[in-house]
């Protein structure tokens, strides 16, 4: 009997009872019984004695209702590709059914769970999720191929039966106590699905394949990693023809994991001071903040994945794949801030300014009031510099023939801007322009004007008419404070002598006159204009060097950071193919089968590599490859901002990255090994940054001392405000070591003077490749030879001051154990700290005489100290050079390894290359470094120890490699042009 529920149909259970009970009625099957109701209710005529028992039905159903819900039902089978034809029930074909929406079902279950629980205070959360779910999927030949890689006839169709299991959890957790806080969390994801794939012909009936289907997973009852039960469930291909099946195609295991965890811990303390001043009866207050901070943060995420699938290729042969996937990474960060500000200075101070000023009030507003005038000065300037713009047709062809095009209306925008700055009263800035005043305004006018680095021509044209317009401006200016002075002076004269005596105390340049002109003011009237016009320059300059004093203190403010981060990501990936004869009674075949169904690649492959080596017959093929890559990140930064600038020093980046990659046999298709190191520091619109790089393939590295490789080293010079001089003096250090052809430094000032112009930021760098032969050079180099060659530059360069010399030469000679200079380096370097340099060299030296005296060697190294402390750096580079080649020699020694042991976990392998990429970055760390803040103030050169590391790569390279290609990128506002010298 079929039952049409079997799929949870959705048919009425009244329905399915009436055709039962006609069913019984007329003792017929119930196929039968069901093409009876539907020809009744369709009104589907029929001969003979079926008519008669339809009739019988349709009079008992009555209700029209009951015939709507079973045209309803028929609509709701259709979906299924169940279908009802002239009296003929029809079930649906494979290719029918996979075309209906019933072609994907899904059972499943699933259960969660949140809580937040509190654990001594700190309120924790917890979430987890599991779940399990049976998916049946029904499609063509296509959509299988695009799920599973495989291959079947257009025709054929696939049920794909997946049981899938999943489960998740997670537990955050934060808080704070005192002026310590953090945060952790932790949590995990699992997926496992096993899919079987079965193949039909499309025309095969549906409900016929179903039940073969669930037959088949019913009666073998396989276990997936059991290669007996498989060999049973697996159909080997029809005909000889490998994508033709009927029945188990494929077996497919697919496994996910991830793991995550993250923290963070902080502390933060803040330390306040304030006061109250009373300031001529006003109460100001003045407020102190120190911060302090620490903060580190710890992330890491582990993820893993493999993909088993099998099938047979024939009844004797089984193909199994595996790949898989294990991905890592650790993030680890460390902060210290500290941040000092002190507010409120600023309103103190220019209350403080007026308690300064040694005039009465009377005085005090008068001097201010005159002293606004200033504002003339500006209106008119920039109201000249507009015209300009509009109507000054001989300005405006100028600009166009100096620069190529019209720039007029954008160089009038910066210089009323730089105006606007330097003269407004909301400046803070006042200048002292009634006494010569003509002189000073230009002077400050052609600076504004040279900083905008235009032609001579248009810089003339420029200063000339700014000139004109300020001495129109100031003699109107000289004018209304002479005009406004008498006004004072003619309301005084109509005032009691007293009270005019008083007001001329301040005017010291009177003298003893001031009984005699207060007595007729109006006589003296020219003199108390002079004295009063001079005593406004006075309060001008005396009054502005107070603004300046309580801006700059309102801006004071010190703020640190010093901060280490490190981060290393991982993947090590597996591809696996193995053929073997799944009818063999070797119980190893079945355990590498096991092993890889499980994921376990590496130990499958060391099994099978066995029974290849024993030639056995149930192994019939291994292919593959492994690979492993590994990158890591250190960093270190030290910043310190001052007031409004920024300043950054000893910012050090190394970066490693190891990429392997063996084939099934364990031969090596790839091995290579990356390292680079950064330095860089800076300040205001500057940068410097060294880069050195290297890139080895050991996979090449044959022998010992043979390294074929390419690296290099780059420096650059970042400026936004690139002076002539500072250009000069960075090349100028490397051609003078002959690192540069000669003549470059004077070919690239030309150029640069040629190229830039107002607005203008230049980027110079100069880069060495290396090429394989300078490895080799450096790798077959002894400990003794790498430290003599390295020693002999770095003395060269660190000594070259000839006073620094001389003084050297002084303690050498005078050492007793040695006289030989690289001799003497090396047994004072080994001490290490300059003190004991120091004593050593005392103790040592002719007589025992103290030559170093100990108050020398301090804070600020005297006398012959600081000869003493460069050895210390001379020999310091020299080691690490020489530790570069005992490292390269290593390198060699674990590729040669590594061929030579075939490995299948290059986990370990990846290891060891790891910690000799980590000796490298921190040998050349040793060697070089960048000018810091302080010294980059002064001096633009490159550093000593850089210079004499550069001259030591370029002795041991290839003579067409022995000098450095300069680029010079020169960016203007709309234009960025790069140029190469060499």
Known sequence: MLNYNQFDLPIESTLLEFIKAQSEQYNIPITEAFKLVASAVSDIPNTGDEQARINEVKAKIIDLAVKSKFKNELDKLAKWGIGFHDGAFLLPTLARFAQTTKSTQNWGIQRKVNTAPNITGIPVEVKGEVGAALKIHVADASTNHKAFEVDMPELDYGINLNVELAANASINASGQAGIVSGNFATGGHFEFDVYCLYQYDGTKPALEAFSDTFTDVASHKFVYFDLHSISKSLAPPQSGNLNDFSGLRRVEVNYKNSVSLSGMLSLGESISEAEIINVNGKAHHVSANISLGLSASYQSKLNGNFRTYCQKLSPNSLVITLESLDEGEQVFNFALGADMKVEGLDELGKTLIDGYLPYEQQWKDDLAQWSNIGDLLQTSLTSKLQSMVETDAVWQQLVKTALGEDKSAEIVTDIQKQIDDELSSQSGKLFNWLNDGTAQINNAISEQVAKLGLPTQVTTYLNEILAQTAVTAVNNANQLIQSKVNDKIERLSHQANANVRKWLEPLTSLGEQVNEVAADINAYSEKVLEATIALLGEYQQFRQRLLEGAKKAAEFQVAMQLGCSAANWSKDKALLALIIDPKSSDERVAEIYKLMMLGKAGEALNLARMLEAETCPALKSIKGEFATWSKQIKELKLGIQLGKVNLFDAS???????????????NLLVGDVDAKLDKEAGYFAESRKLSVFSTSNIMKASAQNRLPSIGGVSLSLDDKHLKMDELEEFL???EARGLLHSGLTSRTLQLYRRKKSYHSAAVLSASMILPSNFYKKLAQLSDEQAYELACNSFFETGFSDKNLEKDFWVLC??????????????MVGKKKRKSQACEYINSNFNG???????????????????AAIRMLSVHKCAQAF???????NELGEISMAFKKSKPTDLAPWREKLNEVVDELNDS???????????????????????LAFLCLLSDLNEPTHTKLTVTLTIKNSETEESFVLS
């Open 848 to 866: 025992g005489q103290t030559v170093i005296p100990h108050s020398h060697y301090n804070f600020s190294p005297k006398g012959l100290a600081p």
């Open 732 to 734: 100028y250090s490397l």
């Open 882 to 888: 020489a530790e570069k080649s005992e490292l390269l």
């Open 813 to 826: 000679n005078g050492f007793e154990p040695t006289s030989e200079r690289n001799m003497f380096i090396k």
């Open 924 to 946: 050349v760390d040793e060697m070089v470094s960048v000018k810091g803040v302080i010294a980059g103030l002064f001096d633009e050169s490159v550093n000593w120890n850089t």
């Open 652 to 666: 050090t980046r190394k970066l490693s990255e190891i990429n392997i990659k063996v084939d099934a046999s364990g």
